[in-house]
């Protein structure tokens, strides 16, 4: 091969290198961490922990129905629901908190060593990421208690919002309320409609109805809304340069809150 | 320089090659950073099950249109348990009323007739005579045709309560029976459907890359028309391939859909009349039970008007004046009675309210319905499931194409990274074309 030759296939395996580039960055780690969630609710100690809020629930079940026959009205039916209901989570948090607590003890340590800036849940993750549910896992199986990090996540590009907290802004607020209160209506007179309907093709004629007009009335009274959040949460995400925002549910450890901006913009 | 002039060029196509490649992305941009995401729920709509998973969901919603019952949907063990508490219940209420009523009426009496007594010493006419004991026996006859009257009025009408509440329930059997007809037969439509786009899905896999490199042939612009023929009528005899694969399962599937109806609309009839001749049979039994009930009771009813013989000759204005006690006495009770009757009536409409509620009548979700929404849902899931497998197979493809570190989905709003849900889109339309 001649002097010429070897610069043109050398320029030809630099023209194929290039082109291959944007694979090879594929690579590359990222700061961006997701955990299984289900791996680790799947661990003896939680399956054991499950259990034993099942078993207790079951109980209460009992307890609830014989104490509901005693309900002289719905306020009443409701505020019995609403003791057994207390008494479900307490449980549940003795039962269950103490595990929680060493679980998120071991994902930030575990983010911190490996220097991530936040952990999402593994659904919300269709490619690439660094995958600690291993890491994690050992780590809570591990003997002794698991040290916290020294370390507070750093500042991340991916922004989250708390929807829960977003929906209790006033005017959003209203709007779910007329939303549901209009949507309870229509079921109620739908199933009015559907106890006087005679064949199948009748029955499904007003499904069909029902289903849109609560569309229509979606879009009618909190899509504008929807579109407005989305904005704002734009925005914000911007002036704080996020590249993304995701809800609050999804992230597990770090992340940036802007939920408190978005409640502002939304005022 | 010639010989510089050959590596030089080569690096020109390196660099015309990369500029085209990385123009229009570049996934290091400080906006970027590596990170893509994909609007799943975009994406999903697109893929050619979303009809079925469509209807699914308006499955699932048709059926939570019933009302909600007001606790969590109850085993048949359990309504059976809770009936017979509600049976102990409304017997003992009526035990209540019955006695209470006898013990009242008893009270009545022994002060009507201790009045009477009285009436008759203050006057006198302690030993009056047995026309007066007559009078009382016509009152009493009179008093006995009204308690047996009252209680044939309250026999017919439950007699036609028992009838209604009969024909509403073989109504609401007959329906429940038809909308479950109707739900089988449109879930076993689903599953054929399902299967069909199924086979229609693998079909279009499998001929893909054939179908890719023949159209990809036929791209070229200088094919010679013999060859464009050529490769233009194999694809067609692919389409034509799979197509006739598909209508022969469509047909098969008719079919099969149409012997399903046919055996569900047997099955519901006999299944109708079954309820009904056990309804009725109830409804007859009942009806017997309460007639000899009310016998036993017009007995003892009477028994106990009966008064104590009265002295005979008596004046009329004694007749008078025990007449008035008699009529003030039973005036009394009738008041006092109706009271302990009004109270039972709202026990028993409390109990009867139950009871509905516990079997449904009002159209609470029935164990039926519940089970139907939990298989929708397992359906739901795993059809889902299998939706999002693939996007996220195409997702990755796409990602590591371009050369991203990471790719999202539920993102609620992104003022940087790549959007690569059209990208997907594309790919998973142009696979299943």
Redesign the interface.
Known sequence: M???NK??V???A??LA??F??????T???D?GYIDQAAVGSLPQFQKANAEIAQYKAQL?QQF?AA?KSAKSDAD?ARIAQQFQKRFLDEQRRVLGPLFARAQTAIAQVSSNKGLSVV?DK???????QNITASVISLIQSPGPVVPPVNTPPPS??G??D?LQIDQVAKIKQANDVFLKFANDQ?QQ??TQ??KAKT?AE??QI??T??STINGEQKKVLQPLVDET?RA???I??KK???????RS?VIYGGTDITADVQNALK | MRSSNLPAAALALALVFLSGCSRPLDVNAPNVRGIGYVRLAEVVKAHPLYSQLSQINDDIAALRLQPIAPSLPKTGAEIAAQSKQLDRELKAAQDRATAILQSKEQTYSSREQAAIHAALVAAGEAGAGAQSARSMQTVTAQQAGEVTAQANRDFEAYQQSVIAQDQAAVTAIGHQLSVEADRKYRLRAQQLQEKESQLSLELSQRDAAERLDLRTKLSNLVLDSATRKKYQSELAALDRKESAVLDAQRVSDRRVLAAYRQRLQGETQAAIARQASAIHAQTRAKIAARRSEVGAKIASRIQGLAPQPLPSDLPAAMRAKIAQIDQMFKTKFQADAQKTITDYETTKADLDARYAALHGVTGGISGAAAAQIYQLNQQRAKLYAQIVAQVRRDAARVAAARGLKVVFVNVEAAPGGVDLTGAVKKDIESVHQ
């Open positions: 001649n002097i010429r610069f043109a050398l320029g030809a630099a023209a290039f082109a580039a944007p694979a090879a960055l594929a590359d780690l990222t961006v079940d129905a509901s039916r999402v659904r919300i993750v269709i490619y690439g990421g590009e991916i989250f919002v929807q079921k739908t199933e559907l106890a199948p029955r499904e499904v069909k029902y289903q989305k949460m734009a925005d995400a911007k340069n996020l590249i993304l925002v995701i809800d999804d």
